[in-house]
């Protein structure tokens, strides 16, 4: 009953106060505390979306795939210059252009080829001679006695195919190699092909192989070159002329040829009797005796006495006369390939 009483009283008082604040113009105490709540939820909303709002725009550049611009659009979009050029390429250094590749090349030698030439004239130089014997076996073959009758044969087999021919000797005597080739210059040769029989370390080799003038690094070439180049005649003085007239391009090319020519036939005839004969190539080397020669000069070494098999063959004349054929049939092949150039390069 006190409690209802006391219940009423505050309700009577709550209207009277509200009636109050009526008569006086203000909202009554519980309709201003409704709006209180609603500002103070409408600043949490604000405050929670403003950041979400600003982070999206971000989140959608950043995981957008890249946008690739080709260069020519590029430069199309830089800025014109008032010269009527782009800023790009003002800054930029122009490239240099191209060199013609006619001004950078070497000159390229010219080739034999053009000349349809004839060899007439061959120069024969039997190696050794006199007291400088050169190879010799304990048998006592002398190199220089073999090469000297392989030489005579060779003139016989080319006189008979109407070339001429001047020997730089044609008995047992001792040719300074300054003064062979000087027979062969004042003879105006075409050829010059110097006659010589090799001796190998490796006694159990059999081997042919054929020089032309030019430097070589092989140490042991070097060493066989000096030891032929003994008693050359030439002096100091002379070196530089010599050296000078080691790269002469036609002149060597042309050598190179005729080597290739006599190697091939002197491996072709002796492998039809020994097919183990070892092709030892055609090199270069520091040869006096081929420096000096105003023509194509090679220095053939058209066996070996070295190996006990092909000493015997050696001491045979037929044997010989084998050798001399085959340098002959090569020098015929060089001559026919010169006059001949379709078939010079063919060959």
């Not at 490796?202 to 032929?228: C, K, M, W």
């Not at 036609?250 to 039809?272: H, P």
């Not at 090199?283 to 006096?288: E, L, Q, V, Y």
Request: aromatic share 6%.
């Amino acid at each position: 009953m006190a409690s209802a009483k006391r219940i009423k009283r505050r309700v009577l008082s709550e209207l009277v106060a509200q009636n109050v604040e009526l008569m006086r113009g203000s909202m009554p105490w519980k309709v201003r505390r409704g709006r209180r709540y609603l500002r103070v939820a409408l600043r949490w909303a604000v405050a929670a979306l403003v950041p979400a709002g600003l982070a999206l725009p971000s989140y959608w550049v950043l995981s957008s795939p890249p946008t690739v611009v080709p260069v020519a659009a590029r430069a199309d979009r830089s800025p014109a210059t008032p010269e009527g050029g782009s800023e790009a390429g003002a800054g930029a250094e122009a490239a240099p252009a191209p060199i013609a590749e006619s001004l950078t090349s070497a000159p390229r030698p010219v080739d034999s080829a053009v000349f349809p030439l004839a060899v007439r004239r061959v120069v024969i130089d039997p190696g050794h001679g006199g007291p400088s014997p050169g190879t010799r076996t304990p048998a006592g073959v002398n190199e220089k006695d073999i090469t000297l009758d392989i030489g005579l044969r060779l003139r016989r087999l080319l006189e008979a195919d109407s070339f001429e021919v001047v020997m730089t000797r044609d008995s047992d005597v001792d040719v300074a190699l300054q003064d062979r080739s000087r027979i062969a210059n004042g003879a105006k040769a075409d050829l010059f092909v110097s006659i010589h029989v090799n001796w190998i370390a490796n006694q159990a080799v059999r081997g042919v192989e054929t020089y032309y003038l030019g430097s070589t690094d092989d140490p042991i070439l070097n060493q066989f070159a000096a030891r032929e180049n003994r008693g050359s005649g030439y002096s100091l003085t002379d070196m530089r002329d010599l050296l000078e007239g080691i790269f002469v391009g036609v002149r060597q090319q042309e050598s190179r040829a005729l080597a290739e020519a006599i190697q091939t036939s002197l491996l072709r005839s002796q492998r039809k009797i020994n097919p183990s004969v070892v092709d030892r190539g055609v090199k270069t080397a520091p040869f006096i005796v081929l420096m000096n020669t105003d023509m194509p000069a090679v220095l053939a070494e058209v066996s070996c006495l070295s190996n006990e098999q092909e000493a015997d063959l050696l001491a045979k004349p037929l044997y010989r006369e084998f050798l001399a054929e085959a340098v002959f049939a090569g020098i015929r092949a060089y001559s026919d390939a010169l006059e001949n150039p379709e078939l010079k390069r063919m060959s």
